[in-house]
């Protein structure tokens, strides 16, 4: 069937089509436990990457500092609704960053001006917004895992920071440009995130599908290959106990 976005809104020419649109699409809502393994084989570790494997989509997750929690749990957040809670053991200056993987290749990797608009939207919860030195979710440039968010080439992303929702952009290495949106996450609210990049690069964001107060305007580069990402990390004490992520979607737009 369709995709949750684009259903009634995108029509197939023929099973070729349909079939390139849907590798380059993931959705999950968790509704069963992962898998995981390490990337390099074997159990999962607390400071490489590793795999994470649903029946739907595949993800790899690299450790911010040294978890002891070696994975991600799927959590019952009410009746029917499950979560994937990825604050693993909750201390100051650990966390995690997810994302489909980091090579040209790769099915989710996405080229500035050789690929349709596409999107990341992410739905999820956080229980104390104070404990959150980053938790963000866009698109950063196909490279290596950073243990800092501000050391990626190029970015673009929706953070929390203390419960203030943040635009944070970088280009070719420069500092990272921070712009207030004014809109606020209260602790253990639940909201949706939403980044979206037209065929030439130009950024725009969605907070519960409504453009933020105050937005701030960047273009990736040409011909960059971006992937999409979500990246959390605890700050002092209190931290930020669960961060459930409900639904995590990422694709062409319709």
């Not at 197939?12 to 968790?30: G, H, V």
């Not at 739907?56 to 978890?67: A, R």
């Not at 596409?118 to 229980?127: C, E, K, L, M, P």
């Not at 917004?129 to 698109?139: E, L, Q, R």
């Amino acid at each position: 069937m369709p995709t949750p976005t684009v259903i009634s809104q995108y029509q197939y020419k023929d099973a070729i089509s349909r079939n390139i649109w849907d590798q380059n699409y993931q959705y999950e809502n968790w509704k069963t436990v992962p898998i995981t393994a390490a990337k390099a084989g074997g159990a999962t570790s607390g400071t490489a990457v590793n795999m994470l494997y649903t029946p739907n989509i595949t993800l790899e997750y690299d450790p911010l500092g040294t978890q002891t929690i070696l994975a991600p749990v799927v959590v019952s957040v009410s009746e029917g609704i499950s979560a994937l809670n990825i604050n693993m053991d909750q201390t100051e200056d650990d966390g995690i960053e997810l994302c489909p993987g980091i090579l040209n290749s790769n099915k989710m990797a996405f080229k500035i001006g050789d690929s349709a608009a596409f999107f990341f939207r992410v739905r999820f919860s956080i229980a104390d917004v104070s404990g959150t030195d980053d938790c963000a979710i866009g698109f950063r440039k196909v490279e290596a895992y950073q243990a800092n968010i501000d050391d990626y080439a190029d970015m673009a992303v929706l953070n929390v920071i203390s419960g203030d929702i943040k635009i944070e952009t970088i280009v070719g290495g420069a500092a990272t440009t921070t712009t207030d949106t004014t809109d606020n996450w209260a602790d253990a609210a639940t909201h949706e995130l939403k980044v979206l990049v037209s065929n030439a690069g130009v950024v725009t964001y969605k907070i519960d599908n409504a453009a933020p107060t105050v937005t701030a305007a960047f273009t990736f580069t040409d011909n960059l290959y971006v992937v999409p990402f979500f990246y959390f990390l605890n700050a002092a004490a209190p931290v930020a106990g669960a961060v459930n992520v409900l639904e995590w979607e990422c694709g062409f737009q319709s």
